[in-house]
């Protein structure tokens, strides 16, 4: 029996009046711009804040079709964001871990966060709210892939050309002092990858078209299940093949990025997937997955790439940093645990002594930021043990509503909805991650609602 794409759109009756408004720009133009453009504005200087602007004409299609629907465990979501506006009363506060600091220094952090949640609320409601005349959900999944396509392509730019860089033209009209924050250089400054000496020596790590080498090993993992469905369910054999050149491809800037949270997020995602596959009783598909798994190894312990492996391995440099992270994050959110402090905070001195911080000659001998070094651990300080408990529990409630879906689509979109649980521990996903996320659970929203629609009246 095969299994289709997405739950069927139920037929249009003869007359039935359908959206006929006219329009210069199609409704679903924002995520079309986004997906399909993102090369584009982060060349500009616009990869993160072309997110906020987007929203603006999202808001207007929500107001203007009301009412608006919500998918299953909206309601977790929209505690988190009261507790996130509670919380905010708290910036002004120092935990005891924390070098002491003033409300007016963490503004721009807090607000930041602030629209990061308010346009991850709109990027869903807006997702999901489009009808599948407006914006089919095959279109989504090929824009995605599409997506996927370019993130390989940065991947290995970055990993070959790794001190290529250019100053955008948002960074251009930016006062000098704004453009050497280091924070708003990472969002306007376009650089194919992070030189780091992960390895004992400088080497690249591929970034583009993304900040970071962590927020390009997230979006990749998430992009690759709607890649998967849109280039080998039910295509071609020459589609197939192509697609299959390019995660091959994606093999080299995955090894190289020396992100090893991506490694294993991929690994899960492999045994989520035949797990899946094995329940619905597809023991062929499972077979075929372990091959290409296998043959997959193979090439790889054949390449150079094993190397690079066995010496990040053997380099954990980064280890030390986020234990002492972490447990003075969580020292500290203990101290606030209800509503936490609103935002991160830097942290006393460092890994070896509570004297050691920050020079203008060495940016990184101390004071590491608390709530830093994962989404979770962000919320954890920022928003309290209750805050991390509704932004935890919204994913579970998520996955467990949509458990059932056993279309590609449904197994796409759970490996979506699941992988912040492994992430939030390890990177921060405000705010690309996080919108490829909720696009997912919009396109799982989207294939119930379609679901229930082609359901025989009783």
């Known amino acids: 029996m095969t299994v289709p794409l997405a739950t069927p759109t139920p037929p249009v009756a003869e007359g039935q009046a359908t959206p006929a408004r006219r329009a210069l720009l199609r409704p679903g133009w924002p995520l079309t711009a986004l997906l399909v453009l993102y090369p584009l504005w982060w060349a500009l200087g616009l990869g993160t804040l072309i997110l906020f602007a987007l929203t603006v004409p999202m808001s207007i299609y929500l107001v203007r079709n009301r ?42 952090s807090v ?6 949640y308010t346009a991850l609320t709109v990027f869903l409601l807006y997702a999901g709210n489009l009808s599948e005349r407006e914006y089919p959900r095959a279109r989504m999944i090929r824009q995605l892939g599409i997506l996927f396509i370019v993130t390989v392509v940065g991947g290995l730019v970055g990993t070959f050309l790794g ?29 194919t990858a992070q030189l780091q000496q992960v390895l004992g020596y400088e080497s690249p790590r591929p970034a583009a078209p993304f900040g970071y080498t962590n927020s390009w090993g997230f979006c990749l993992s998430v992009l690759l299940g709607w890649f998967v469905v849109s280039w080998f369910v039910r295509t071609g054999r020459t589609r197939k093949i192509v697609g299959s050149v390019v995660l091959l491809l994606a093999a080299i800037p995955v090894v190289y990025s020396l992100n090893r949270g991506l490694w294993i997020a991929l690994g899960l995602a492999a045994g989520y997937v035949a797990v899946r596959l094995a329940a619905q009783g597809k023991l062929l598909a499972v077979t075929a997955l372990g091959v290409t798994v296998i043959l997959g190894f193979v090439i790889f312990l054949a390449s150079p790439l094993k190397d690079v492996v066995a010496q990040r391995l053997d380099n954990p440099q980064s280890n030390l940093t986020r234990a002492y992270t972490a447990e003075n994050t969580w020292r500290a959110a203990l101290t606030s645990p209800i509503i936490g402090y609103g935002g991160t905070r830097p942290a006393q001195g460092g890994t070896q002594s509570i004297a050691v911080g920050q020079t203008p000659e060495c940016q ?50 759970l490996l979506g909805c699941l992988l912040p649980l492994l992430f939030m521990f390890l990177y921060n996903a405000l705010v690309v991650p996080l919108v490829l996320v909720f696009l997912s659970i919009a396109l799982l929203w989207r294939n119930d609602t379609q679901r229930r629609l082609a359901e025989p009246a009783a």
């Open 67 to 108: 009412p608006i629907q919500v998918p299953k465990g909206f309601g977790v979501w929209l505690l988190f964001l009261l507790w996130v506006a509670v919380s905010i009363t708290m910036i002004g506060r120092n935990p005891p871990q924390a070098l002491p600091g003033t409300a007016s220094d963490r503004l721009i």
């Open 111 to 116: 607000a930041f966060n602030v629209a990061s």
């Open 163 to 191: 001190d290529l860089e250019f100053t955008s033209p948002v960074e251009l009209l930016l006062p000098a002092e704004v453009r050497a924050d280091g924070f708003v250089r990472s969002m306007v400054h376009p650089s």
């Open 364 to 413: 990184l001998c101390g004071n590491p930021t608390l709530g830093g070094n994962g989404q979770f651990w962000l919320v954890l300080l920022a928003q309290g043990f209750v805050g991390a408990a509704l932004h935890v529990g919204f994913f579970l409630r998520t996955a467990w509503c949509y458990r059932r879906d056993r279309t590609p689509i449904g197994l796409a979109g």
